[in-house]
């Protein structure tokens, strides 16, 4: 079966602007899970998503934000961008019983670059 | 918050040594993942231990979950080139069906 769906797989975007970050799951898997991951900062958890309800997040300003579909799809939001922002974004989704006892299928990120 | 710290950071070894990182948790964990990340890569799932003490093997990897559910290794036997990577260990708390913490990695370059 298909794997974890990621768009744009990278973008380039300048100081002030606001991105929008998309991902599919796996067929069947309705939890969602997002990381922000930085050379110095390993694998930050940003918040989850299952049946379109946020159901942990992690300790991000509120410029972070995400959404879960019906289709179980989610996307991430940035607003006003900051240089700190650039990393690799990636989402995870997991089987049925949730992300903390299943593991997690990552897909290939979405590289930002904020200039 | 849950702190998951690994050890070490950086693992530099001649291919055929044997390669250990070890993870420790500042809670207890209800069970706790292992994830490897090749050079521009993803995480990719590599097991999940649950009972405390438990012990797995795949092939030359042996991952091993402590009595206090608080810290876990990953040991590989006789290195190759392609365990090159970051490895990962992450685990949820025991408290609460909260989010799960990943250790910030063990990078390992195997010399050939």
């Known amino acids: 079966k298909a794997g974890v769906t990621q768009t744009p797989r990278y973008l380039i975007k300048t100081r002030g602007q606001q991105v929008t970050l998309s991902c599919s799951p796996i067929s069947g898997h309705r939890s969602v899970s997002w990381y922000q991951q930085t050379p110095g900062q390993g694998l930050q958890f940003l918040f989850e998503?299952?049946?379109?309800?946020?159901?942990n997040k992690g300790n991000f300003p509120g410029r972070f934000s995400g959404r879960q579909f019906s289709n179980s799809r989610s996307e991430m939001n940035v607003s006003t961008l900051e240089l700190g922002d650039s990393a690799l974004y990636l989402c995870?989704?997991?089987?049925?019983?949730?992300?903390?006892?299943?593991?997690?299928?990552f897909g290939e990120g979405s590289r930002l670059t904020v200039l | 918050g849950q702190q998951v710290m690994q050890i070490p950071q950086y693992q530099h070894v001649q291919e055929g040594e044997d390669f250990t990182t070890y993870c420790n948790s500042s809670t207890t964990l209800s069970n706790i993942q292992w994830y490897k990340q090749r050079p521009g890569g993803h995480p990719v799932f590599l097991i999940q231990l649950v009972k405390s003490g438990e012990v797995k093997k795949q092939k030359r990897l042996t991952f091993q979950f402590g009595e206090a559910k608080k810290n876990s290794s990953l040991h590989i036997t006789a290195t190759q080139t392609t365990d090159v990577g970051t490895y990962f260990c992450a685990g949820p708390p025991n408290t609460n069906a909260g989010k799960s913490t990943f250790g910030d990695g063990t990078t390992l370059t195997v010399k050939p």
């Open positions: 998503y299952f049946s379109e309800t946020q159901r």
């Open positions: 995870a989704s997991s089987g049925p019983a949730g992300a903390n006892t299943g593991e997690l299928f």
